[in-house]
């Protein structure tokens, strides 16, 4: 049945229209990489692993590969023509190792067969003979090896040495949080095929096309125009699509380069897990000193992150820990130390927030201890320290032009009944010996902005067919998240008429060159200027035309609701189409956009590499049984700043989304590897996502009602990252509720995820017992 909301002309941006793809998602006819229909001589790929984290590769035996049943071929580094890399910035990532392996699990040789089945069997037939050498895997041994990707970053403000050694009070603590798995519904899965003279089209479910063509064709040693790669949706990304999916389209079209046969690489849960990155784990260490209401003024802070065994995207993610360590907090004498630790495992890589959820935690576990030790309320320490004027600059130099985080908590705490509540809750852990609740309300600020500030660009090709309809292509991927939905909203409301006039297509490297990876909350922001800007070219070739046909002023020409009036004439969008087409007026045009008046020196880390922040605030209640660890949490009320919303319906979905699986990390989603480097979480029976019995019992989502200050499309703000950190509510709360066991002895040293395990030594520590 059709959506009326997307069938009636008008205005369409702010309104709130269904994900384009909803009908199909429901009804399974939306089309992913593995619904397409397999080509005759198709071939299905595995790769042969790695059994050592760190070794010499002394021989390699692949007899019995190459004879099991099925296989066709069997490739290692040798047979790659070119370039034996997939990183997508240091050239140290390997497409199949050569020489020496340095994670367990990493590809060694790859298999071509006639069926995914007998590729995967196949696979595991290889012998391989090697020098083995002790794996760094832990923070401690990468130190004592100083084990490094790149040097020690710092930042600072003023003297934090002597304003610690000043303050009134001080503290020192540790918090330790986790990784990640992405997760994603979709794994990952390549499909590449062979096109005349040498080149090569690939689907890949990528949120970065044209990286994974850059890389396609180094490795091939063709040029980029040789290569063509093609994704219409993916299902589900969260950052692990950026880098990690061209191992997968490599190896693909590694196979087509060498068979000429088409060739589909699907990764099997378990293999997609060992095989891809994660989002880095963090050790934190702080020292702090306050004065009595618990207002910061000196503060050491180091973030040791494990970054794996190459540098991926590390030093851009560390670096985002550390900017996103004030959160919304001023700090004015600080200094931030990261550490960028080499070890021997699969790389960490991007994840939703990209390190500023690691740098946010890591602050709110200092305000959380800084009110235990004074025995204040969270809260009110929380406010204290907030940005205000005369006190609004980041330690890296950007003022915090457009501040409204103070008034945001402040409506929060009111619509969210705060005070009444923290009585209620302090009641309840009088009267239970068992059960204890708490409650929290914590802020976020996020920067919106790629830090690297080439990428701040996009491009967009726009078609307008002679009869009325549009077809919008832009560098933007869309991996579930409304960006195309949000995009063709913008091209309907420039032109006037209803979204049902806009069809969208699939983001092709041959449409839209050169594009940066759909990331850093940046999507529509970028691409949607770009398409804005394309619909502007062909709107005023269309004005221009009505002027000269039916007199009066270009600027005074009229596209709503369908029609266009001018000059006392008023016509049907599709009539006015076909006017121009006869008169031979161009109808198509690309779009550009770059991010203006960004700028940052690295080496000071100081700048402005943000075009703007987006804020929000969630109040957590949480209750956890003191026998067993479990919790619950009970409620969530949300409100969050989108400026003006493109569209409140994904809008809102995404903040649920993402607050649930910031909500995930915190609790239940636990990485465990053993002491030889191998990852033993690595199917859903041993790592735990958060599921629909996890959802808060009463979940609620306001939008601020504000606007960006920045003219951004539409004045909206991004959504795509910062509702995620939004769930460090529920970790505060969580820690609240183990301080209610003895509030005497301060905030309780509880690391991230918070799983039952945890939570039972912290209630134990708590109270005085052996955790």
Known sequence: MADTLTQTPGPVVGIAHRHDSAHLHVAGKARYIDDEPEAPGLLHLAFGVSSEARARIVDIDLSAVRAAPGVVAVYTAADIPHANDVAPVAGDDRLLADGEVVWLGQPVFLVAATSRRAARQAARLGTIRYERQDPILTVEQARAAQSLIEPTQRMARGDAAAALAAAPHRLAGQLAMGGQDH?????????????????VHVLSSTQHPSEVQHLVAHMLGLSSADVTVEVRRMGGAFG????????????????????????????????????????????????????????????????????????????????????????????????????????NMVSATAFRGFGGPQGMLAIERVMDAVAGRLGLDPLAVRQANLYGPGRDVTPYGMTVADNIAPELIARLREDGDYAARQAAVARFNAENAIFKKGLALTPVKFGISFTTTHLNQAGAL??????????????????????YTKVAQVVAQAFGVGLDQVRITATRTD???????????????????????AAQTIRAR????????????????????????????????????????????????????????????????????????????????????????????????ILHDCGQSLNPAIDKGQIEGGFIQGQGWLTSEELVWDDAGKLLTHAPSTYKIPTANDRPDR????????TNHRPTIHRSKAVGEPPFMLANAVFSALGAAVMACNPAAGWP???????????????????????
């Open 542 to 637: 269309l004005a221009e035309f009505c002027a000269r046909t039916f007199g009066g002023a270009a600027e005074d020409v009229v596209f709503a609701g369908g029609q266009v009036r001018a000059g006392g004439e008023a016509m049907p969008w599709a009539t006015l189409c076909r006017r121009a087409h006869m008169a031979r007026i161009s109808l198509s045009s690309t779009g550009y956009y770059a991010t203006p008046d960004l700028h940052y020196d690295r080496d000071a880390h100081q700048g402005q590499p943000f075009y703007y922040f987006a804020y929000g605030a969630a109040l957590a209640e949480v209750v956890i049984d003191t026998l067993t660890g479990e919790h619950r949490v009970l409620a969530a009320d």
């Open 240 to 343: 692990g699509k950026e880098s990690q999916a061209a191992l997968y389209a490599a190896a693909a079209a590694l196979v087509v380069h060498h068979t000429g046969r088409p060739a589909k690489f699907r990764a099997d849960r378990d293999d997609d897990m060992v095989q891809t990155g994660k989002r880095h784990d963090f050790l934190v260490d702080y020292d702090v000193g306050f004065d009595g209401e618990g207002r910061i003024e000196g503060l050491h802070l180091t973030l040791a992150s494990r970054c794996g065994a190459t540098v991926d995207l590390s030093p851009a993610i560390n670096d985002r820990a550390m900017f996103h360590a004030d959160n919304a907090y001023f700090l004015p004498a600080v200094e931030i130390v990261s550490e960028r630790l080499k070890t």
């Open 749 to 771: 040293a509880l690391d991230a995820p918070a799983t039952p395990e945890r939570l039972l030594a912290a209630v134990a520590r708590q109270r005085g017992g052996v955790s």
């Open 462 to 483: 726009l078609h307008v067919y002679a009869d009325g309809s549009i077809q919008i292509n832009h560098g933007g991927t869309e991996m579930g998240q409304g960006l």
């Open 511 to 533: 449409k839209v060159p050169n594009t940066s990876a759909t990331a850093a909350s940046s999507g529509a922001d970028l691409n949607g200027m770009a398409a804005l800007n």
């Open 699 to 706: 979940l609620t989502v306001t939008l601020w009602n504000g």
């Open 183 to 199: 997760f994603y519904l979709e794994g990952q899965i390549a499909l590449a095929r062979p096109l005349e003279d040498g080149q």
